[in-house]
């Protein structure tokens, strides 16, 4: 088992920055691909940036690419998600996950979530 719990969510003007943090604990962290994801309002889950055991490789959502970064420190068991140049359509309630394999689709650990909000 992994128990994962996210932190640094909260309200933010648009084009501001924030530092989402996921700590993990449980199964052996350095194993693990680790992954963000967010749910807007209304909206389906959707992948956002994820990061290889390594932290070698990533791969990452179009709709973010050149303002979200990801990385992770495997001494302290955490992974994190570094967003700037933030917008409005950026708020959503963001989840950290993991897994054995790097991949944007399927998951075996999640988050509860950190909501971000961005004012315009």
């Known amino acids: 088992q992994v128990q994962l719990v996210e932190s640094g969510g909260g309200l933010v003007q648009a084009g501001g920055s924030l530092r989402l943090s996921c700590a993990a604990s449980g199964r052996t962290f350095s194993s693990l691909a680790m992954g963000w994801f967010r749910q807007a309002p209304g909206k389906e889950r959707e992948f956002v940036e994820a990061i290889s055991w390594s932290g070698g490789s990533t791969i990452i959502a179009d709709s973010v690419k050149g303002r979200f970064t990801i990385s992770r420190d495997n001494a302290k068991n955490t992974v994190y998600l570094q967003m700037n140049s933030l917008k409005p359509e950026d708020t959503a309630v963001y989840y950290c996950?993991?897994?054995?394999?790097?991949?944007?689709?399927?998951?075996?650990?999640w988050g509860k979530g950190t909501l971000v909000t961005v004012s315009s």
């Open positions: 996950a993991a897994s054995t394999i790097l991949n944007r689709r399927s998951m075996d650990y």
